[in-house]
Structure formats: structure tokens, C-alpha cells
């Protein structure tokens, strides 16, 4: 099946920008429905954003829309999280998943990446 590796997390301070990239390989990247998920210290996980397989589909948490934009490039069998006017309460492990169907369920994600962790200052 698809391997998913999540890069471009780090410091940043509030109001800043950072853009989360996820790698698949060993699979039809273009079959996959993609997500992004988080989870704080001391938090339960939960759903940021996802996209559908030819990318015309997306949702987003109420917490970030307006803010995050979620992206995908089959040519580069690459998913992208462009984080902006980050907070404080975005510091999370950040996690890619894989999926067949567009949900905010993680349940319906049977493949994920280890994380990237973005960190916030105020």
C-alpha cells in the first residue's frame, strides 16, 4: 500500500506561515483521497482538512478555514498544507492519512504518516 512521509513542521511565531508537505509512494497517489489531521500535547487527535482525488473537493475544520489551504500535486505524488496567521492553539503533531472516500472520519484513513510537529509562539 501508499507510504505517506510529512515534512515542513517547525517554530514559528503567531501570525506566521508554514506549509506542511506529505510524500507518497509505493501506491497510485491519484486514487487516494487525503487528509490532515493533529493532535496537541495532552489532546485528543483531530480532523484539519481533506481533499479529494482529483483535488475539486475539499473540507475543512471551523478552526481553520479562512486560514489553511489544502492541495495536492499527482505529478509530484505530494499533498500540501499551507498554514497561515498561524496561533498558539495550531501547535500540534501534524499527520497525513490516506483514505477512498472524502470524510473528516478518521476511522475511514487506513494509511498515515509519522508527523510533523509545528509550533507555535506568542
Known amino acids: 500500500q501508499v507510504q505517506l512521509v510529512e515534512s515542513g513542521g517547525g517554530l514559528v511565531q503567531a501570525g506566521g506561515s508554514l506549509r506542511l508537505s506529505c510524500a507518497a509512494s509505493?501506491?497510485?497517489?491519484?486514487?487516494?483521497?487525503l487528509g490532515w489531521f493533529r493532535q496537541a500535547p495532552g489532546k485528543e487527535r483531530e480532523f484539519v482538512a481533506v481533499?479529494?482525488?482529483?483535488?475539486?473537493?475539499?473540507n475543512y475544520a471551523d478552526s481553520v478555514k479562512g486560514r489553511f489551504t489544502i492541495s495536492r500535486d499527482d505529478a509530484k505524488s505530494t499533498v500540501y498544507l499551507q498554514m497561515n496567521t498561524l496561533k498558539p492553539e495550531d501547535t500540534a503533531v501534524y499527520y497525513c492519512?490516506?483514505?477512498?472516500?472524502?470524510?473528516?472520519?478518521?476511522?475511514?484513513?487506513?494509511?498515515w504518516g509519522q508527523g510533523t510537529q509545528v509550533t507555535v509562539s506568542s
Open positions: 481533499i479529494s482525488w482529483s483535488g475539486d473537493g475539499t
Open positions: 509505493g501506491g497510485t497517489f491519484s486514487r487516494y483521497v
Open positions: 492519512a490516506a483514505g477512498v472516500i472524502l470524510t473528516t472520519n478518521f476511522g475511514r484513513y487506513h494509511v
